[in-house]
C-alpha cells in the first residue's frame, strides 16, 4: 500500500500515473484508490439524500452550502458522520483491497483528510475526538507514504494555469501548506519530495523507495 499525498498541483497525480505506467509496462498488478473525508459511500448518500441544491446554479449553490455551513450543529452532525464512515472506508475498504491486489495506490489518505477537517471544521477539535482516534487506528499503515511540497504561491499559480474551477483561493492555501508543513515536522510521512523538481526526477524518488 502506497500513498500520496500534498496540496493541489504539487505533483502527486503525475507521480501516481507514471507509477500506474511503470506497473502497466513491467506486469505488476494495482488498484488505485482515491478517496478523503467528506467523500466517502456513506455520506456521498447522504449529501443526496439531504441537500436542497440539486437544481440550483452555480452561485445559488455556494450561497445554500454557505448558509449551511453557519449552523454549527449541521457542521457537527456532517463532521460526526464523515469520521465514523472513515471507520468502515479505511478500516475495512482499504485493507480488503490491500490483501487483494499487488499493490494499492491511494490518492490521498489520512493527513490530508485531516487537514480538510481542520480547514472546514476549525472550531472543533478533532485530534480530542474518540471517533477520530480510532479511525485513524482502523486505518491500514502504508507501506510507504510519500509527500509533495510546493509553496502555496505555486500551487495557486499552477492551479490558474491549469483553470481549475474548483482551485482554492490562495489564503486558504497558505493555511494548508502550513499544516502540512507541521505534519512532515512530526514526520506523518516517510519520504518528503521537492515538488519543484522535474517529474523525471521526483519519479526517479518514487521509483527507488517502492522498487528500491
Known amino acids: 500500500m502506497y500513498t500520496f499525498s500534498g496540496i493541489d498541483s504539487s505533483g502527486k497525480t503525475t507521480q501516481i500515473e507514471l507509477l500506474k505506467k511503470y506497473c ?94 481542520r480547514i472546514e471544521f476549525s472550531e472543533f477539535n478533532v485530534d480530542k475526538w474518540l471517533i477520530w482516534k480510532i479511525a485513524k487506528w482502523l486505518a491500514p499503515k502504508p507501506d510507504h507514504s510519500f509527500m509533495f511540497i510546493i509553496s502555496a504561491e505555486e500551487s495557486f499559480r499552477r492551479d490558474n494555469e491549469k483553470g481549475d474551477p474548483d482551485r482554492d483561493e490562495l489564503d486558504r ?13 512530526q514526520n506523518k510521512w516517510d519520504t518528503v519530495v521537492d515538488g519543484m523538481k522535474t517529474r523525471e526526477e521526483m519519479f526517479d524518488i518514487v521509483k527507488k523507495n517502492i522498487f528500491g
Open 173 to 185: 492555501k497558505i493555511f494548508k501548506v502550513e499544516k502540512y508543513k507541521e505534519l512532515i515536522a
Open 24 to 117: 502497466d509496462e513491467h506486469g505488476i498488478e494495482y488498484y488505485y484508490k482515491w478517496g478523503k473525508g467528506r467523500a466517502t459511500p456513506f455520506v456521498l448518500w447522504l449529501k443526496e439524500v439531504f441537500r436542497r441544491d440539486k437544481r440550483m446554479n452555480a452561485e445559488e449553490k455556494k450561497e445554500y452550502r454557505a448558509k449551511v455551513y453557519q449552523s454549527k450543529r449541521k457542521k457537527f452532525l456532517l463532521l460526526t458522520a464523515s469520521i465514523v464512515d472513515l471507520w468502515w472506508f479505511w478500516g475495512v475498504t482499504y485493507r480488503r483491497l490491500n490483501r487483494k491486489h499487488q499493490m494499492l495506490i491511494c490518492d490521498r489518505y489520512i493527513w490530508d483528510t485531516y487537514i480538510d477537517f
